[in-house]
């Protein structure tokens, strides 16, 4: 290999950035042509646009930036939509757009410009080699070496394709890069139902004061993030935000926690701790499932809201602090404070800003936008190809009442990543526990016998024996004899089936696969 073939090589292929690639190959193409003046042009919406030039006596002839529209006459418009070389004479050839070299101080005298075509066929964009002497006496036009300056270009041409491909597939690195920092570092807070977007004007509007807000809500409707969400649209932003479980820890434990303690305060107290209201001091503390804090504790926190004060275990002195408090609790408290076993004042206290959150089975809408969200975020955390629900299994998921709320929706979505090997989400999916809850709830509401019962509801397939007791029957037994006879009975039609079961045609026909049902 010869210096050239080294030096043609390394230009190329060296470095996977478009924008140094450019400049390399058009000096290259310079050199070879012996002339000093050159560009590169691409297409962008209704302009062609100058990526690259070299030479010129002045900034003036330097076009990078510069635009020609799409239906103005060029000699790149031409190349563009042609594909193919050409050479042009300045002045003469009535595809030289001859306005758009009026200020420069050097003219074009012979034009010779290449399409850059990619590997898909399509025209990525053009490079132009001017010769701007007397007469275009430099540029050298002979045939074959023309047919070999093209060959030059079509290879830079891969080279412009393997360093956009490069440079794509960086940014959607990148991009994975900042949705993993969004997901694991960011509060999402999702939905479009009405009573959530009522609930989040609450936070907008809350987050403005200082005043106290008590969240209520049911177990996993997303208490937590809602009171991170408050925090960090306040002006406390910058402070702390200290989180504390009122139910997580004993009583004597949680207000030494809460308080902090001197050294020698008690046994084992052997030296100073900060309690989380000093650490909290500027922001925001979080008292989570506050319902469950004692009554003596609740008698100090009354006195820390009160008076802005605090006294550490062991310590005579109090200390001032400001803290915005923010608590939640998923129990009754207006019931609690009826029998005495929460505080009437501490209430009213905490209580001055109410925030109720609603539970999932009362957001139906949203549920599809949490399970994009929830497959998207753990699909990447395990670099797995996303999966999709099924239409069916979608309207099961929506009609499912969710007693665990978002957080057991968190956790189905982790199940279906662990366990279902195809793209698609099936109803057959689903784990039995869920479609054992519904029929049970079903049965307690009077629409389905309830499984494992001895006794059994007047079936169509019983009717000559009512007072059958079915001592022994298994609840699969049952089932399968019933979905058997509404086969026959239907003549093995199954949507005729499934409107006498009254359910939907893909739940029957899901009970049939996994009862192993077949005509």
Known sequence: MNDFDHNFYKILFEDLDPDKLRKRFLQLLLKLQNVERGSIWIRREEHYVCVESLGGPSEIDIITGATIDVKEKSIVGWVMEHGEMTVAEAGRDPRHCQEFEKDMQLKSALILAFPLILGSG????????VDTSAGGSRLNIDG?????????????????????QHTSQVNRTRELEHTLD?????????????????????????????FPVLITG??????????????????????????????AIPETLLESELFGY??????????????LLMAANGGTVFLDEIGDMSLPLQARMLRVIQNNEIKPLGETNTRRIDVRVVSATNKDLVEAVKEKRFRED???????????????????????????YFIRRESIELGTPRKRISGDALAFLQSYRWEGNIRELENFVKYILSTVEGNIVGVDDIPDHLKRNESEKAAAAGN????????????????????????????????????????????????????DAGIKRSTFDSRMKKLGIKK
């Open 218 to 247: 049911e177990s996993g409707t997303g208490k937590d993030l809602v009171a991170l969400a408050l925090h960090n649209l306040s002006a406390r932003a910058e402070k702390p935000f200290v989180v504390q479980n009122c139910s």
């Open 182 to 210: 969004e997901i694991r570092n960011k509060v999402r807070i999702i939905g479009q139902s009405r009573s959530f977007l009522q609930a989040m004007k609450k936070v907008r509007d809350y987050a403005r004061t200082d």
């Open 144 to 164: 074959q070496y023309l047919q070999l300056l093209k060959s030059i270009v079509d290879m830079g041409a891969v080279a412009f394709n393997n360093a956009l």
């Open 346 to 372: 501490l209430y009213y206290r905490l209580n001055v800003l109410p925030l109720h959150l609603p539970p999932l089975r009362k957001r139906k809408n949203d549920i599809p936008l949490l399970l994009n």
């Open 448 to 499: 389905l016998p309830a499984p494992g019962t001895s006794m059994v509801p007047e079936l169509p397939f019983a009717r000559q024996n009512v007072d059958t007791h079915f001592d022994g029957v298994t609840w699969a037994e049952l089932d399968e004899a019933y979905v058997t006879h509404l086969l026959k009975k239907n003549n093995w039609v199954v949507t005729r089936a499934a409107k």
């Open 262 to 275: 001197k050294k020698g305060a008690f046994t084992g107290a052997t030296e100073n701790k900060t309690g």
């Open 122 to 129: 399509d025209v990525y964009g053009v490079v132009q080699i």
